[in-house]
């Protein structure tokens, strides 16, 4: 689906590789395959076992990092990062990784999740004389191992230091000694670990090995603390075991449809629920069309088990980019349409099922509906892959307040009315998580949050997720 | 499919807009959405009744218009072109709209096609005194009109200098007072009319009109010369009629999805080609996929007809551009792979069948079914929608030598054996043939030119055409 | 003096180099030393015998040409050119060289001066079948050479072309195996010939052959035709001599202070007008100041001789661009001042000199008056190292019409009342005309054009001088 | 003098501002004044007095910050900062000012300076448990008041923090209640007060001030801390005074010659420092020539003195930027001269005195003298406005070790030889110090350091200067 439509922000996504002779090149590639879980910055930083030497900046990894700036990157080790954010003049601190320099050696983090206890730690450490430099939950990370972590080494402190985190978080971390990747207990965000030459990689989605010539070894575990250096890759469990509750909406909506998760392909996870869609709400229609990108495999299994035919009855501009001249608004009145168009010659005088992954707010769907009836559809079927959000996320989706879900709101009818379609269906809980053979959080769907109650003080720093 | 990995070239687009207050914003618009016929430069003309102005660059439309030079743009009617060139450093020239002023008033003219007695018709004006600027076919029209057109009125001049042309055109044309447009007598070219509140638009594909919310009136016919000024539009046709020859590859490949050509959807002409495709060469795989983009209807349309599930077997990158630093040899060699990747998840184990739109080379079917074999797919079954192309294109196709056609030199076993596929099948010219209602030019298949034999002149400027 | 400041525009500037390996590059460091004489567009087109390759655009010669681009353009010869145009969005079409492609060899041609009769040659070509696809005045002489040059050479038929042209210009011209020069039979524009290795250089001014390194020969003379080619060089006169009338702003203001113009350098030059302004006009002051740029040698010759010292009293930014911010109005009336500002701790309490190279409108001279006392001086006394401009100009300087020259409709009281000066003065006709060796054309002083009376056609193609 | 050419790098400049409605803008402009002082980063941070706002980035003024991104900062208060440093990609990090966010308030910090003990501090500091995120000295700072800082008040704590540095600093602070300003007890580093409108402003000169129309109240005192709130301005000195000892090298070549520093103008100086030149080394020349910008003063100095002719002998090339295409190496040697040229019709002939701001490698004026050679001068004597300098700077300029600095391992005959001139002359230190009204260190001269016995881990973190 469109970004620029939803209410559903992006999430951020890492990247490591230890040991390969042109580590940087590597992240480059991976933040590139990455790019859909972050287009507001870019960062890499690359050791040659000396220094660490970074390189970050706003915009889409092509945008920041040019082949010159690359040729000063070189090393064997990297860690890089892309990063959704609020943007804005202030954007900039915030872009990691993070670089930590001291007189024993330097130290870059980047994180992608969000703590929920990152205001209370703040305040603590602010007391024992730290000083932040920026909103990043990183940087949390970095002091707590400084003043609190414990043990003879740099891992031993670096896992106190993971225990006293709340929320979800995935790690991936550099010195010039060693890479190191932690997950949280619960697995809320994906991490991946492959091998790649002589050498390893880690990476918060599959499609990055595809593209770098990598080879998936594994998922990371929940609670898992991987020293990569040296001497080989080593696992720790640094946390109990917990139930695992990945993001179910990295296999709706965020991961991209070649990654895998946990043994399962997103785009096939993604055609499974709209064949259990097909099934909890089959529709008498002429054709059944997705809003692309990220719906339509759920509208080829919708198609596939209802026989009804699978068309391209919305068309994604390719072109559109942060030059694009807006129209104005008399202009856009007068129909001007961007980004997104119906397809006339596959609608018009049909009855229209469109199948989307997932509805936070409806204007989405709304507006689409619209587009479908202006384009001669005679009946537009709304049905949407997931179930109704009706709570707030606080484990890194940039959420939307529980006044702004419109499910939390309306019920089904209402919300049909509001989008204007001729009928509204949601996959329920139940037969979406049949699908999937990991544990998954359902928090936004049923309020059930896996790591418990959590603090109002969450809602002060929420611009801090990363 | 992807434009850097094939042979066949985008065609060029025009677009006009006549009494509109923002002729040059919707021009903008329209050529946008006419991206994917050129990329490599883009211009505008607009006119306010008095005098015209001119933008025009190398790169997208995006790149070429800010905001700024679009406020310059003043007037009420205006065209654009978008082209694909062979670029270098003599690529400015030929970027069109071309303007020629004069005394009695200024001349704007852009063009999609591709004349084949350019080469002639040159000799013959340079001898006449004539003085060239651009290696574009559209200064030889304006020459001709200037110096060979015969009648009292612009329009009578430029008629009979249209009928001095062989080859392939869509000509769109704008003085202070009129916007003129023509199509060659075998209406090799799409063009397509609308009306767009009191005015008028033309446009080199419907697709257009749905962005800037026009209404389709017509296809221009084969040979007229339509003028459109201040009295309203009216058609004449010029030159005798001849069977209709519409270039074939245009429903095939060139083509926006969303676009009609004669009255049928293109996706839904594709979708057809894909079912032909399969009644002609029924296989016994478990997932179809398609090269994306424009090969995903026809493998819809396979998929549809044999049972056999659809799916998101290969993966286009977005985000690549013309900043992305591309790998080096050795990292090339290690198996970074950029812009199409192959699904694991959904290959691997699998028999699959790869439906493409055409070929060309045969080098991009190798190296797609080379990546699906790395991803695991256990049998490659290559399908192409279209017949095998032996035949070069005079008419505006960047169009290879007879010996860089694959299909000119093998037969389908020797192809099949070069590509690495497990089976190998073109949809027959006849069974083609069949999805389409109107009158195709079939000459890359067949052999058979409509104009009749091509000069040999023709070689000596295919890098005209436009 | 400051560009934004002031009515006299500066003028263009061309450079040719025959046989030199690397004949682009020595053409884009000239060109670069020519910057000042146009900064709106810039071209280089090169061949290597067996084509023409061009590259032009709008900017700084910095901006249009990248290192990538350069690697293009290889060959031994080439022509360049900078402009001073007027801009917006017509821009582009006129920067030059214009490029002329031929069945019988391509033909380059950049220009430098303004033809006085352009309009009605534009409108008999027309007549004749020509068509215009510039404003340029180089397009004028193509399309002449093409009909109406006779002779059985190029250069001949050049020449013919070249006696129909009245008005200024210098020439150079490129074809795939020649290099030609020419310069109008007054010779209102330098035009200087110099050797580089074992080939030849052209440029309007010498700064460009100490920049490359070359040697500076002779000036092109009034009404010569230098033919450059494999077999040397050969000048011819190819017009009556007439009595030389150089441009005398290229003295005053136009060309730079490291150049040399007919043997005499141009900082010597303005020195000796500052030492004649002294005698002329000796003050009772404390420190003396010119204006930068221009302005400074004339007023360290006026200290010289006045024995008042010289002192930096005005000072101008060095990083002002096009990025620029611009203040504010509220801002700037508060005064924020960019670009030039005076000196507090030179000129507070002080009776200050401040020379100026020549005064157009008076704005000018008004502002930085004022400038100067708000920084503390006690007396400003205004002195211009020329005359007082009444008349315009025809010959290719952006010439005000003659409303808007503040000193054709005030005496020099008036005048001094109106920039604000305690006292002011202008160098006299005679005085200056004293210090110079070579005739030269002072019709903006005198209303004494050398080429006789200005048809009125002339001001129909103001805009098309270069 | 041309940056490329010598060893001396510029320092860094600060600038604050309090109370003006557009605090941003203003801060635009003063730090476009303060340029010269470095190029390579520039940053802003502006409150309105409830959070603080930071834009930075590597490059000009003019590249940082876009009029977007300015309208992005609004608020009544601000500092900014431009920094000379040593570039590549670790150099974001360090470009200021820094900002530190903390549930406190916010505050920010931009430094000229550089710490002597930056080394001991840091390594203090981070066995308390600090965590540093640049080099920059500010950074110190931050932490040193954080943890080290005793009093109530903010202020105090800064002012604690201050007395445990040793080196040279000017510091600007903001918070969003206050703007604070802090001098080393030595005064090395400039720092003027000045108000605008209702509010205040702070800058390394006054050039800035008079940028913006701000007046001059008074320089900063050596040891004062300056606190500006809604209450005004209080000063107080928070260090026992020394014997004041600014740096002799702001007048002698880093600060603008329309600047005036403890009252003296910088043009003035260089004229002063000319003229006592001329008395200690009168040559019999036939012309005087300064090297452009800094050394031009001093020769105009020279030559009132000595009564031989100023005349721009050398010309500096206004066009070059980072866009420039530098000369392969055999064009270089054939004699491509970029950025600085002799002009010949000045020298050529001529017994030339070459004045010189300083000489710290010798190789700049060997080029120069080179240069003037081969444009036909036929003595070229070289005089420096300044001494010999012997020995290391530790106070932020981009010292040479001494290993480079020519006259550390030369006498002056020795270097005449090796500069190629006919004769040498350095002003000497008892000449130079009769110019100057104010204290001076002379460290580089004369190797007495006012600080004292410099510790040799200053060397470990040279890179640290701001």
């Known amino acids: 689906m469109l970004t620029e439509l939803r209410g559903l922000n992006e999430e951020c996504g890492v990247f490591g590789v230890w040991n390969h002779p042109r580590a940087a090149q590597i992240t480059y590639y991976a933040l590139h395959s990455l790019q859909h879980r972050g287009q507001e910055g870019a960062g890499i930083v690359v050791t040659d076992g000396e220094t ?42 915030n872009v990691q990784p993070l670089l930590f320099r001291s007189q024993n050696g330097d ?24 000083i932040f430099q920026t ?16 043990g003879d080494s740099f891992a031993d402190r670096m896992m106190t230091a993971l225990r006293q985190l709340e929320g979800s978080y995935a790690f991936v971390i550099l010195t010039e000694d060693a890479l190191y990747v932690a997950l949280d207990p619960y697995g809320l965000k994906p991490l991946a670990l492959g091998s790649l030459g002589e050498g390893y990689v880690v990476a918060s989605e599959t499609c990055a090995f595809d593209l770098i010539g990598a080879k998936y070894l594994r998922d990371v575990k929940p609670g898992e603390f991987i020293t990569i250096d040296a001497r080989g890759v080593r696992g720790q469990i640094f946390s109990e075991p917990r139930r695992q509750a990945l993001c179910s909406m990295e296999y709706i909506y ?23 869609l097909a099934r909890e709400y089959p529709i008498d229609a002429d054709v059944v069309t997705g809003v692309p990108d990220s719906s339509l495999s759920a509208a080829i299994g919708y198609a596939e088990v209802t026989g009804i035919p699978y068309e391209l009855g919305l068309i994604k501009s390719r072109y559109i980019g942060r030059t694009f001249i807006e129209p104005s608004q008399s202009l856009r009145e007068q129909g001007v349409k961007l980004k997104l168009s119906a397809v006339r010659g596959v609608v018009e005088g049909k009855r229209v099922v469109m199948v989307d992954d997932s509805c936070v707010r409806g204007t989405t769907s709304r507006r ?19 179930p109704t959000i009706q709570h707030p996320c606080y484990y890194g989706m940039d959420t939307l307040s529980t006044d702004e879900l419109v499910a939390a709101h309306h019920d089904v009818e209402e919300m049909r009315v509001l989008i204007g379609a001729d009928s509204l269906g949601f996959l329920s809980v139940e037969k979406m998580a049949e699908v999937f053979d990991c544990g998954l959080c359902l928090a936004c769907f049923t309020g059930e949050y896996p790591t418990g109650e959590v603090e109002a003080s969450v809602r002060c720093l929420q611009a801090s997720g990363s």
């Open 135 to 150: 909103a990043a939950d990183a940087e949390i990370l970095a002091h707590l191992a400084k003043r609190r972590g414990t």
């Open 368 to 386: 689409i509906t619209s587009l479908l009836r202006e384009a001669g559809a005679t009946e537009v079927h709304v049905l949407i892959a997931s």
């Open 52 to 93: 660490l030497r970074i390189r970050k900046g706003q915009g889409l990894v092509t945008d920041v990092f040019s082949a010159e700036c690359m040729e000063k990157l070189q090393g064997s080790h990297a860690i890089g990062h892309v990063r959704y954010s609020i943007g804005g003049v202030n954007g900039f601190e």
């Open 254 to 276: 965020f991961s991209r449809p070649d990654s895998n998760l946990w043994g399962m392909n997103v785009h096939t996870a993604r055609k499974k629920l709209g064949k259990a």
């Open 107 to 130: 130290l870059a983090i980047a994180h992608n999740g969000s703590l929920t206890n990152a205001y209370d730690l703040r305040v603590v450490l602010e007391e024992e004389g730290s």
